[in-house]
């Protein structure tokens, strides 16, 4: 059974600060930053989770706890299912190689055979539609090419939790079109999701619930637009 448990899970950022930009003058120093403070969290199988929040809520650091990037500083993080993490178009991509060779190191990094990951890249160029750029290096790409392009590593993906952080509201709108049915058969596969975006549009078309962060900790966790309507009254 897929299932995703926090319990009083709390992480902080620590940096340099200083009055009037001096980085060692003594009234600066090693400040902390608390981006989750005490979070308890239950999410079962099923749920399509939408991350809101404002910028610095720590939706991020969220995610990041969640798929191990980062180690709780105190309380208990708890996964059960195989994780994949899609944070932004960018992440992951190797701008000096080729779009062909991105698409194949991400195969070879899910552990996949050269067999599975050349069968698999038939259907993928057919259908991100770069044609004789995928040749090129991604650092000549424009950012609805790497779109594309980060969406095809998405392809390869067979995970039961789902953890998505921007990135796939961008490129142009026929694409976004054209990836709907698509997006909608890899979440039938996860069992799990957690989506991140500014577009609540483009969440309310996938996600069944809705968490809200507010100030490092949990404002609100349940139905989809019950938590929206508190979020709207937040900003």
């Not at 309380?75 to 991105?102: A, C, H, W």
């Not at 044609?131 to 995970?159: C, E, H, W």
């Not at 549009?201 to 019950?226: I, S, Y």
């Amino acid at each position: 059974m897929s299932e995703i448990i926090l319990k009083d899970v709390s992480f902080s950022y620590r940096y340099f600060s200083s009055v009037d930009g001096g980085l060692f003058r003594s009234n600066g120093g090693l400040k902390r930053k608390m981006a989750l403070e005490e979070v308890s969290l239950h999410i079962h199988k099923g749920d399509r989770v939408a991350l809101l929040g404002i910028n610095g809520a720590g939706k991020s650091t969220l995610l990041k706890l969640i798929s191990g990037v980062f180690k709780p500083e105190s309380g208990e993080v708890k996964t059960t299912g195989t994780i994949y993490s899609f944070f932004g178009r960018n992440v992951g991509v190797m701008p000096q190689l080729s779009g062909i060779d991105n698409l194949q190191v991400r195969g070879l990094l899910l552990n996949l055979s050269e067999k599975d990951i050349q069968q698999k890249l038939v259907q993928i160029l057919d259908f991100i539609e770069l044609g004789d750029a995928i040749n090129r290096p991604v650092s000549t790409y424009s950012q609805g090419m790497k779109a594309r392009l980060t969406f095809g590593m998405l392809m390869f993906v067979k995970a039961d939790i789902l953890l998505i952080d921007e990135g796939l509201g961008a490129g142009d709108q026929f694409f976004l079109e054209k990836t709907r049915l698509f997006i909608d058969e890899l979440l039938d596969q996860s069992k799990i999701l957690i989506f991140a975006n500014h577009s609540h549009q483009l969440l309310g078309r996938f996600c069944n619930k809705a968490l809200l962060m507010n100030d490092a900790k949990v404002e609100a966790f349940g139905d989809f637009n019950e938590v929206l309507k508190i979020y709207n009254q937040l900003k």
